[in-house]
C-alpha cells in the first residue's frame, strides 16, 4: 500500500515535467516558425526526433514489444503532424501567450473526457484542482479578451491543434504499457510524423508553396540545434505522460500536464518581451494553486 501511495504521489511530477517540456518545445518551435516554413521544422525537429528514438530502441531491445497496442502509436503518428502544423502556424500568427492556453484546452478535454468515461472518479479536492486549474488556463488567454481580436485563422488553426493534440495525449497512453514498450511506441509514432509530414511538405511544394526558409539549407543547419531541442523535449514530454498517466489517474495527469502555457507565455515574455496582462498573470497563478490542489489530493 505504501508504495502504492508513492507511485500515485510521482504522477505529478511526471504530468509537470511534461508541461515543462511541451512549454519549451512549443515557444522553440513557434519561434523557428517565424523563421522557416512550419512543415519544414515539423518535419526536420521529427527527423531528429526518429534517430534518436531509433537507437534507443535497439539499446533496449524493444521490438520485443511489438504488439497490436502499436495501431494507437501509428494513429497518433497520423494526427500529430496535423496538430503540430496548425499549432506552428497560430503560434507564428498570433501572441504566444494566447495560443498556447487556448491550444491547451483540448489537451484537458479529451484525456480527462477518456479517463472518466473509463470509470476514474477523482476525489472533491481533486475536482477542485481540475476546475481551478483549468480557469488558470482559461484566464491565461486574458491578452485576447483585452486587446485587438484573434484572427479567426489563428482562432481556427488553435482549436484544431487542440483537439488534435488531445487526441494523441488518449493514444500514446494506450499504446505501451512498459518502458521498453513505450520507447518503441513512440518511435513508432514519430515514424508515421515523418512519413505524414514529409508529404504534406512534399505537396505544399508541388503547390508552389517554399519548402525551404530564405537562406535555404545553410538556414536549416544553422538551426539544427533548436530544431533537435524541439523534436526531443515533445518526445520526453509524451514519455512523461505517458508514465504519468499510466501509474496515476488519468484526469490528474492531463490537467497538470496541459499547465505548459505558463512555460510558453513565460518563455516568450523573457525572451521575446512579451507583455503579460494582470488576467493572464492571475490565470498563471490559478494554474499554480490547481496544480498544488491536484498534488495534494
Not at 525537429?45 to 533496449?60: D, H, P
Not at 485587438?148 to 481556427?156: D, E, F, G, H, S
Not at 512534399?202 to 524541439?230: D, K, M, N
Amino acid at each position: 500500500m505504501t508504495l502504492y501511495c508513492e507511485v500515485l504521489r510521482m504522477t505529478p511530477v511526471f504530468a509537470l515535467a511534461t508541461s515543462l517540456m511541451w512549454g519549451l518545445a512549443d515557444f522553440g518551435g513557434g519561434l523557428l516558425t517565424r523563421r522557416m516554413p512550419a512543415l519544414t521544422v515539423v518535419l526536420v525537429s521529427q527527423l531528429l526526433a526518429v534517430g534518436a528514438l531509433g537507437a534507443i530502441v535497439v539499446a533496449t531491445g524493444g521490438w520485443s514489444e511489438a504488439g497490436p497496442q502499436l495501431w494507437y502509436a501509428v494513429a497518433a503518428g497520423v494526427v500529430g503532424p496535423a496538430a503540430m502544423l496548425a499549432f506552428y502556424k497560430a503560434l507564428a500568427l498570433g501572441p504566444m501567450g494566447v495560443v498556447s492556453p487556448v491550444g491547451a484546452l483540448g489537451s484537458v478535454a479529451v484525456p480527462v473526457g477518456v479517463g472518466l468515461v473509463l470509470g476514474e472518479r477523482p476525489g472533491l479536492l481533486q475536482v477542485a484542482g481540475i476546475a481551478v486549474a483549468v480557469a488558470g488556463v482559461v484566464l491565461a488567454s486574458g491578452p485576447g479578451l483585452g486587446g485587438a481580436p484573434v484572427q479567426r485563422q489563428t482562432l481556427v488553426l488553435t482549436l484544431v491543434a487542440a483537439f488534435g493534440f488531445g487526441s494523441v495525449m488518449a493514444l500514446i497512453a494506450e499504446a505501451s504499457h512498459t518502458t521498453t514498450g513505450l520507447f518503441l511506441a513512440l518511435f513508432v509514432q514519430r515514424v508515421c510524423n515523418v512519413v505524414v509530414g514529409g508529404g504534406a511538405l512534399w505537396a505544399s511544394a508541388r503547390r508552389g508553396a517554399p519548402a525551404l526558409p530564405e537562406g535555404g539549407w545553410a538556414t536549416i543547419r544553422t538551426s539544427l540545434p533548436a530544431l533537435a531541442f524541439v523534436g526531443l523535449a515533445d518526445v520526453a514530454a509524451n514519455g512523461t505522460y505517458s508514465v504519468a498517466a499510466h501509474h496515476g489517474p488519468v484526469t490528474i495527469a492531463a490537467v497538470l500536464a496541459s499547465l505548459y502555457p505558463v512555460v510558453t507565455a513565460l518563455a516568450a515574455r523573457g525572451v521575446l518581451s512579451e507583455r503579460l496582462r494582470t488576467v493572464q498573470a492571475a490565470g498563471a497563478g490559478l494554474a499554480l494553486v490547481g496544480t498544488v490542489l491536484l498534488a495534494t489530493g
